[in-house]
């Protein structure tokens, strides 16, 4: 049997060591002071997903930036003649152009398969767990067959992200100073989707029982087929470290669990670092994924 490995980043939430034969390589967070000081630290290494949400409340200019080329083929060369076969997962490209640059350097090292992945977050975890399961039924787990469980898990999750503190979305350039303005005036939560269409605003929600509502409809479309007792294999809960889980939050979470009949898995896990960075301290996500 071929020796593989998997590479992800930190936009996966997943630790150094956390699995046997996977590794993380850290994206960078770059946090400038109020005296315009900057430092530049490993996600999830130098600096927590906590330490990041405590930086974007004490008011710091918090950005990210993808790890470069030459880090990236430093990365590879730690690992390369250890595996006969190596597939990396990066952060999906309609959140950072990290893909580009793995797909450039791939070219000089022909063990190395650049997947176009989707997801984040638990969802990576999701995803390792169900690699490892193809290892085990496959006495060769070539690109074919990991692309193939790529395209077919396309229309099968989605993210719900939502945001109560809009300014790193307005920071980043993800929204407008009009939209900011207006959600802030109308005390709204909003609603950021990332399935296989990409990251996108979807819409603004008073509730969160709305959004989920608007998750379901929004999956009835894509299929007809879909029934939310039988249809939602599992349910990642996702949060920023300084959110706190309200009543209303608990509630609707309880009336979803209630809803799927106890057909579904829940996990429960922090939002990575990487991702807080664009978010804001006050995020709150639903990560759903359909058999």
């Not at 109308?186 to 959004?211: E, Q, R, S, V």
């Not at 009835?220 to 039988?230: A, L, R, S």
């Not at 599992?234 to 979803?256: G, Q």
Request: positive net charge; contains cysteine; glycine residues 2%.
């Amino acid at each position: 049997m071929k020796k593989i490995c998997y590479l992800v980043d930190s936009s996966s939430g997943i630790k150094s060591k956390q699995y046997k034969n996977v590794y993380v390589l850290p994206l960078l967070i770059n946090v400038i002071n109020k005296l315009n000081e900057t430092k530049t630290y490993k996600d999830n290494v130098d600096i927590s997903c906590k330490k990041i949400c405590e930086h974007i409340t004490k008011g710091d200019d918090v950005k990210t930036s993808q790890a470069s080329p030459g880090q990236i083929i430093q990365f590879i060369n730690s690992i390369y003649e250890k595996y006969d076969k190596i597939f990396c997962i990066p952060i999906p490209i309609s959140i950072s152009n990290n893909y580009n640059s793995w797909n450039l350097v791939s070219k000089n090292y022909p063990k190395l398969h650049i997947i176009k992945n989707i997801d984040v977050a638990y969802a990576v975890k999701w995803i390792i767990n169900d690699l490892f399961e193809l290892e085990k039924k496959n006495k060769d787990l070539t690109i074919e067959i990991v692309e193939k469980y790529f395209h077919e898990r396309q229309n099968k999750s989605l993210c719900m992200l939502t945001v109560s503190n809009v300014n790193q979305l307005k920071k980043g350039g993800r929204l407008n100073e009009f939209a900011a303005s207006a959600i802030k005036l109308l005390n709204l939560k909003i609603i950021i989707f990332l399935d296989n269409k990409g990251l996108y605003l979807f819409k603004c929600c008073k509730t969160i029982d709305k959004a989920i509502k608007s998750v379901f409809k929004h999956f009835k479309k894509e299929n007809d087929n879909f029934d939310p007792v039988n249809s939602i294999k599992r349910i990642a809960i996702l949060k920023s470290p300084t959110f706190t889980l309200t009543k209303e939050i608990n509630d609707s979470i309880n009336d979803l669990k209630k809803i799927c009949k106890n057909k579904t898995n829940f996990y429960v896990d922090e939002i990575p670092g990487i991702i807080c960075a664009h978010t804001g301290a006050e995020s709150f996500a639903l990560y759903f994924e359909l058999y």
